[in-house]
């Protein structure tokens, strides 16, 4: 039995979607769903996710290949990525709105010290007169945008940027000028309702503070931690 088979597999028994396990792993669907649909190959770091999902050990995971020495890259290799996603998880399980203030006053915006920030957080050019859309250029992996949109890089969030009403694109380039120009955090509460790329309903009501922030070529930018208030 291949890999994806077994995921799909365990998947449908868990009896949740693969939406929903690809959202609790901190996979985009869009990657997910690919990758079992077309039994094409997957990241480690996806798998060992997956592994801790669905509560399997990497070792049933790997299967039983008959060749040892291939089983035990294999299993290295999982390991590995387990590894990798553990520590990941450690860097982001603590980050909230108040430790995202405390490093931003802690440092004054400078991307410095901010390892355990950086994957929750996604940054944007400050957006200039006559901007139509805000402009991305590092989307965190375990942002919230990243989650709810589905999206892996900067590419896929300016991508799902790009279908946002019109109403609702001119206040974020309006709080994104007035964050830029105000030299602090500021914090709002915002819903949103709008259509992905994928014909899903984003619906969702969250904390934003956008921050101006300095990196280290000394060029200012605009970085977005956002906080979700479903209970």
Not at 116 to 126: G, H, Q, S
Not at 203 to 228: E, K
């Amino acid at each position: 039995m291949t890999l994806h088979i077994q995921l799909r597999n365990l998947i449908s028994a868990s009896g949740r979607s693969m939406r929903e396990i690809a959202g609790t792993a901190g996979i985009p669907y869009t990657r997910l769903h690919s990758a079992l649909t077309n039994e094409s190959n997957m990241r480690f770091e996806d798998v060992a996710s997956l592994a801790c999902v669905l509560k399997v050990s990497l070792d049933e995971l790997a299967g039983t290949p008959t060749n040892i020495r291939e089983a035990a890259i294999a299993r290295r290799l999982l390991n590995g990525a387990l590894e990798l996603a553990h520590n990941e998880a450690l860097l982001t399980q603590n980050v909230d709105l108040e430790t995202f203030l405390d490093w931003w006053h802690s440092t004054r915006g400078r991307l410095e010290n901010w390892d355990k920030i950086k994957p929750a957080v996604d940054l944007f050019r400050p957006p200039g007169p006559e901007a139509k859309r805000i402009d991305p250029i590092d989307s965190g992996p375990r942002s919230l945008a990243s989650i709810a949109f589905h999206v892996s890089d900067a590419e896929g969030l300016a991508k799902t940027l790009e279908g946002f009403s019109g109403d609702f694109n001119d206040a974020l380039i309006g709080a994104h000028i007035q964050a830029y120009r105000s030299n602090e955090p500021v914090l709002s509460h915002i819903t949103i309702d709008q259509e992905l790329p994928d014909g899903e309903r984003c619906v969702r009501t969250y904390r934003r503070v956008l921050a101006p922030v300095t990196n280290a070529d000394g060029q200012r930018l605009i970085a977005n931690f956002s906080q979700d208030l479903r209970v």
